[in-house]
């Protein structure tokens, strides 16, 4: 990977975070990718890998939609740390299958230990009342809502 591509890659991000008025997830990623890096080795390296073999370059070049890209990209690091399975949860609460990106719904990975709080893969703009209720006992671990 090119310290130009990926330079390129970071100004459509930031262009459609601008546009779009989304959260920027690569705080949050990165301190998964820590997460990552400490409990599965070979995940991360895979994750690694990801990011500059796949998403920079989607990305720079335009074949891919750089909030899509994140998105997906926080979701293989999710299920890199935990199996389970990804939902989009729409913003009556109802959760759906995750069939890729959906920049209105909260994504979450639900790890299958049954014990083990979701984990967040993205954010909508604006959390509607169902939504910020589940992220507070999903992820959170609140029993009763914030705000």
């Avoid at 990975?109 to 604006?126: E, I, S, Y």
């Amino acid at each position: 990977m090119s310290d130009p591509l990926a330079a390129q890659a970071d100004r459509l991000l930031e262009a459609a975070l601008a546009q779009s008025g989304a959260r920027d997830p690569r705080e949050f990623y990165r301190e998964r990718l820590r997460e990552l890096k400490r409990a599965n080795a070979a995940g991360y390296e895979d994750a690694i890998r990801h990011y500059a073999d796949t998403l920079v370059p989607e990305v720079a070049s335009g074949r891919m939609e750089p909030l899509a890209a994140w998105t997906e990209y926080g979701r293989i690091l999710a299920a890199a740390l935990a199996p389970g399975r990804t939902v989009g949860i729409d913003a009556g609460g109802r959760a759906h299958a995750y069939d890729g990106p959906a920049r209105e719904r909260l994504i979450l990975h639900l790890p299958a230990d049954q014990g083990a709080r979701a984990l967040l893969v993205g954010l909508p703009a604006t959390l509607s009342a169902a939504q910020r209720a589940t992220f507070d006992v999903l992820v959170s671990g609140r029993q009763r809502p914030s705000g």
